[in-house]
């Protein structure tokens, strides 16, 4: 292995412990605040990932973290009480956030828009 890709394995190692770390941390202080409050959840962001986190029944937190750098989703599950953190999904979004809208109820986006623009009031079908 040429010396590059060592430092470039230990650097994503060392990326993956701290994100189990911060997953975990939240997890815990969303488990703690969804006792006080159902359906709470923690958020957080800096820089290039954005995660938010909360209650999934009575002993799990689903933690969803997106990827700024590489427009990717990641779902995971997590069990404090277990220390386990499972891997649930991982979604490429680059093309989703492009879309205006998909599988939208109606008022689509461009109705609403035209409807205030002309001076009427929107209400949904």
Request: charged share 20%.
């Amino acid at each position: 292995m040429s010396g590059r890709r060592a430092w470039r394995v230990i650097g994503l190692a060392t990326a993956g412990m701290l994100l189990v770390m911060v997953v975990v941390g939240l997890s815990l202080r969303a488990q703690d605040s969804a006792s006080a409050e159902p359906g709470s959840r923690v958020t957080g962001g800096a820089g290039r990932f954005t995660l938010v986190a909360g209650p999934h029944g009575s002993d799990r937190t689903l933690a969803f973290l997106v990827d700024s750098e590489t427009m990717r989703l990641l779902v995971y599950q997590v069990e404090p009480r277990k220390s386990k953190l499972k891997l649930l999904a991982v979604r490429d979004i680059s093309y989703d956030v492009q879309l205006a809208h998909w599988n939208n109820a109606k008022p689509l986006p461009e109705e609403i828009r035209e409807a205030l623009e002309s001076g009427q009031t929107v209400a949904p079908e």
